[in-house]
T-cell receptor, first 109, second 116 residues
Framework: GIQVEQSPPDLILQEGANSTLRCNFS?????LQWFHQNPWGQLINLFY???GTKQNGRLSATTVATERYSLLYISSSQTTDSGVYFC???????????FGRGTSLIVHP | GAVVSQHPSWVICKSGTSVKIECRSL??????MFWYRQFPKQSLMLMAT?????????EQGVEKDKFLINHASLTLSTLTVTSAHPEDSSFYIC????????????FGPGTRLTVL
């Protein structure tokens, strides 16, 4: 099946800093989503982005499908951004999502 | 936006008992729901794909007689952990996709199961 790798595995930031999270995948994809899992375990959709660029407030994401990667940008980070960020993809021909191992983000005040 | 609920949010049970977890799509119909299991500080592991009106499709290594899944309607799927043991303790999360859509997944808040 499709392989999904996320980097970095852990990230510690000071409030106000910017960061870039990366998701590499091993094959063509139908779908790609970014999620944020808060400290209570709830997963929140951030972006559905199989290709192109999207922005939502301080967050933006870019997927370059031909090069098999996606980036999530967090600007002016806040303590509420802490949690784990997951990338999930559906390989071409499959509508079953595969999750990466996530990036654990801690934002200090 | 689309909302998915799970009940209960947490449960503690004795070894050998069975536990049922409900997953509901509150404001949309979901032909497909997914059940995941997550251990501490690990990623989500897909257990099974649940399709309304048909048998669930289990991932390799997941015992279908241990984890019974029923998707009785377009808004409800249930996961029953039968004869639970301490090693079944985990965070169980369901998700749903909009009917006919192949894009966004919406997740429930999860159920934390502790088996004593």
């Amino acid at each position: 099946g499709i392989q999904v790798e996320q980097s970095p595995p852990d990230l510690i930031l000071q409030e106000g800093a910017n960061s870039t999270l990366r998701c590499n995948f091993s094959d063509s994809v139908n779908n790609l989503q970014w999620f944020h899992q808060n400290p209570w375990g709830q997963l929140i959709n951030l972006f559905y982005i199989p290709s192109g660029t999207k922005q939502n407030g301080r967050l933006s994401a870019t997927t370059v499908a031909t090069e098999r990667y996606s980036l999530l940008y967090i600007s002016s980070s806040q303590t509420t951004d802490s949690g784990v960020y997951f990338c999930a993809v559906d390989g071409r021909g499959s509508y079953i999502p595969t999750f990466g191992r996530g990036t654990s983000l801690i934002v200090h005040p | 936006g689309a909302v998915v609920s799970q009940h209960p949010s947490w449960v503690i049970c004795k070894s050998g008992t069975s536990v049922k977890i409900e997953c509901r799509s509150l404001d949309f119909q979901a032909t497909t729901m997914f059940w995941y299991r997550q251990f501490p500080k690990q990623s989500l592991m897909l257990m099974a794909t649940s399709n309304e009106g048909s048998k669930a499709t289990y991932e390799q290594g997941v015992e279908k007689d241990k984890f019974l899944i029923n998707h009785a309607s377009l808004t409800l799927s249930t996961l029953t952990v039968t004869s639970a043991h301490p090693e079944d303790s985990s965070f169980y999360i369901c998700s749903a996709r909009l009917q006919g859509a192949t894009d966004t997944q919406y997740f429930g808040p999860g159920t934390r199961l502790t088996v004593l």
